[in-house]
């Protein structure tokens, strides 16, 4: 990074320790110095917005406003990035493994009960409900996903389903076809059906805050979300997970993560899948 006098904006070594207690304080993710660069680059959109010179401006303003700026910090501060059927091997395991088994093991309350932690644009939990559609005959099931994410911008997106058409250019032509509506007239854009949008429900949450809903959830997807957090806050998050899911229910982490060393109560089946011990 250019030193301070060449950047739009100033910002010292200080300023970005304080910066990293604030994003630890509200979120749990812990900032490197390494990630000063990305930091810098995401708050400066922001201090644009709001008219400021530097980030210990921006501080101060956080510290004034409260709760509305910290809601904006956090959307500036945390990473969205997802796509459809992202490592495919995990919705490769719902199809032939997880829905196939609570088919069986869940035929007499016809319930299944999913989540999507970390969600972030909807992607990940608009291909849960792809998979499941195609995995199984829905009719007389009540099935429900949760998607929940810290980001209040990237839920809206998720909600309303519409996405570029290059998000869905390494989709077959089946899948494009049998859960996606295209329009004529914008022809740059493509929107989920309603059928897929109905068993989703979109939520705002902080992972490390109360958590609203009862489980017990089949299955918990939280992949590229731990890595973010210390070990420390790892072992408490994925406590709680084994808390939410019901016994021999699974946690599906994202392919840099792990459980080694954080928490005993799972037991890896392989490729980041995780089951609950029961």
């Not at 199984?136 to 389903?161: H, N, P, R, Y």
């Not at 070990?231 to 459980?259: C, N, P, W």
Request: glycine share 6%; hydrophobic share 35%.
């Amino acid at each position: 990074m250019s030193s301070d006098r060449q950047r739009e904006f100033s910002m010292s070594d200080a300023d970005f320790q304080e910066i990293s207690d604030l994003a630890y304080k509200y979120t749990g993710i812990v900032l490197g110095a390494h990630k000063k660069d990305m930091v810098y680059g995401r708050l400066a959109r922001r201090l644009r917005d709001v008219n400021l010179s530097s980030v210990r401006d921006y501080i101060e303003l956080i510290d004034h406003e409260g709760k509305d700026e910290v809601s904006r910090f956090i959307n500036a501060i945390t990473t969205n990035l997802t796509s459809y059927f992202r490592e495919q091997h995990h919705f490769d395991f719902l199809k032939n493994t997880l829905f196939p088994e609570l088919k069986k093991t869940n035929a007499s309350s016809r319930k299944i009960r999913g989540w999507s932690a970390g969600c972030s644009t909807g992607e990940e939990p608009y291909s849960i409900a792809i998979t499941l559609k195609e995995s199984m005959d829905l009719a007389g099931w009540d099935c429900k996903i949760l998607a929940t994410d810290l980001d209040s911008k990237v839920l809206e997106k998720g909600c309303q389903g519409v996405y570029g058409i290059e998000r869905i250019e390494s989709l077959n032509i089946e899948k494009k076809r049998n859960w996606f509506l295209f329009d004529k007239n914008h022809p740059d854009i493509v929107k989920v059906k309603p059928e897929l949008q109905e068993l989703i429900r979109f939520k705002r949450l902080n992972l490390l805050e109360n958590w609203p809903m009862k489980g017990p959830f089949d299955f918990i997807f939280c992949r590229n979300v731990v890595i973010y957090f210390n070990e420390e806050t790892q072992s408490v998050l994925f406590d709680r997970y084994a808390d939410m899911l019901k016994d021999g229910g699974y946690l599906i982490i994202g392919h840099s993560e792990s459980l080694n060393r954080v928490c005993t109560r799972f037991e890896s089946i392989g490729k980041t899948i995780y089951q609950k011990i029961s």
